[in-house]
């Protein structure tokens, strides 16, 4: 299970300990001229949530992760080409709101986070950012949002950003995290250089992928990107440089699971292009 979760989604059997993660798509959330379908994005959430704790309403969920005397900082991710969305948002926001959480105790930050009056005095966050390549790390998804609670977040790009997993230890950060959204709208799945950003390498995938444990989501969006780059290149074509963060959360930091055997995937909505 991952660190500071309230015990929630992990199915323990004889065997193993599974994360639950739930991949849900919406062949409308995003429009042919690429605007986000604000109504979509939240039914898409809804659905999500209560398949990960099995209820019948999304409120009921949140009420699970929240509590009203709560302060949540929700860590958003602004890169410009594709950011975390406003419709995500404010998706999460509402339903923070619907659990009892007052406005004024509710954060939504990315580079801001350090300094920012609700992220120092969190005591619950959720995570909410998209899935692309990264120059650095391979991938940027969820391990990698964390890393503007550092002041410094070049300590963490030793070996390909392999420390990654060691931000979730951080005091602002360590047992709050109750939610993990990985926006998978329209991807970027291929890149070359630092802030590299190519339409071409984008995706209409119309995705959502949530979970508690922000490894075995990482993991589910990695197994995503490895099979669009087959579909595209025709062959197999690792991503550079490997985005091993991911398994070192697992393997060195104990964040959660990186194994697919150890991930429960649900998966809603159209099949049609699901790739995994």
């Known amino acids: ?103 004024e105790n509710i954060g939504i930050a990315d580079r801001g986070v350090l300094g920012h009056p609700i992220f120092e005095k969190a005591t619950v966050l959720i995570n909410a950012r998209p899935m692309r390549t990264h120059a650095w790390s391979g991938v940027g998804s969820l391990i990698k949002n964390y890393i503007m609670f550092d002041p410094n977040p070049p300590n963490y790009h030793d070996n390909a950003c392999a420390p990654l997993g060691s931000l979730w230890e951080l005091p602002i950060v360590k047992g709050k995290t109750r939610l993990n959204v990985l926006v998978l709208f329209t991807p970027l799945f291929h890149g070359v250089g630092p802030h590299h950003f190519d339409k071409t390498y984008t995706w209409t995938y119309g995705g959502l992928a949530v979970g508690a444990d922000p490894v075995a989501v990482d993991s589910v969006g990695l197994r995503l990107f490895q099979a669009k780059r087959r579909e595209y290149f025709g062959e197999d074509k690792p991503i550079k440089p490997a985005a091993h963060h991911i398994a070192f959360a697992d393997t060195r930091y104990h964040l959660g699971n990186s194994d697919p055997a150890k991930i429960e995937l649900i998966k809603l909505g159209s099949e049609e292009g699901v790739l995994i």
Do not use: H, Y
């Open 1 to 103: 299970m991952a660190i500071g979760l309230p015990a929630i989604a992990p199915e323990v059997t004889e065997e193993v300990t599974k994360s639950r993660v739930v991949l849900v798509r919406d062949k409308d959330a995003v429009a042919a001229d690429g605007k986000i379908n604000g109504e979509v994005v939240q039914r898409m959430l809804d659905q999500a949530v209560m398949a990960l704790f099995d209820k019948k309403d999304p409120v009921e969920c949140f009420k699970i992760l929240v509590k009203p005397d709560d302060i949540v900082g929700v860590k958003s991710n602004e890169w410009a080409p594709l950011p975390t969305t406003t419709q995500v948002e404010q998706a999460i926001k509402k339903r923070l709101m619907g659990a009892g959480v007052p406005e």
